[in-house]
């Protein structure tokens, strides 16, 4: 696709609103904060874009969300512990950032609580190190690790 620009917060006046699909595009800047306040977002695909900032604790009141794919951006910061509170989720790609720290106790909590049928999957940068790199990103939980030359090893 070919979007260019910044994601307009006015998408968020369609009150039905449950998917925002912007993946694969040019998009640039921070992500809205008004999209974290948005509770009936089903899916939320902003990966392979050039989105920069950090990622706010308000996604936590997304409590619908089920899909978050953000990889492959320049996101910075730590990521929330808010995600832990998203008990819908099924999908969590967080790779290729710039994000410090590691995946939070509280995310890998949701996926240890939920029986087989209602499985999570986890992204990170979060491959062991001696491989390419060392991992940008301690990950207890994760389904896919990458390395910093981004290719899905687990």
């Known amino acids: ?8 917060t006015e998408i968020l006046l369609m009150t039905n609103l449950e998917s925002i699909r912007v993946d694969l595009n040019s ?7 008004e999209i974290f306040n948005a509770r009936n977002i089903i899916s939320f695909r902003a990966n392979n874009n050039n989105f920069n900032g950090t990622l ?12 978050f794919l953000i990889n492959d951006n320049y996101l910075t910061g730590t990521i929330p512990t808010e995600l832990g509170q998203l008990t819908k989720l099924r999908e969590i790609w967080i790779f290729h950032n710039n994000f410090s ?7 890998c909590d949701l996926k240890y ?4 049928a209602d499985f ?5 940068d979060c491959l062991k ?5 060392p991992p940008k990103n301690d990950c207890q939980c994760c389904d896919l690790c990458c390395d910093s030359l981004c290719f899905i090893i687990e």
Do not use: W
């Open 56 to 67: 706010s604790t308000s996604i936590g009141q997304m409590v619908d969300l089920q899909d």
């Open 129 to 133: 190190p001696n491989v390419t790199f």
């Open 120 to 124: 999570l999957s986890i992204a990170a």
């Open 27 to 33: 998009l640039e800047g921070s992500l809205p904060e």
């Open 101 to 107: 720290g590691g995946v939070p106790k509280e995310i």
């Open 113 to 116: 609580d939920r029986s087989l």
């Open 1 to 8: 696709m070919g979007l260019k620009g910044t994601i307009p």
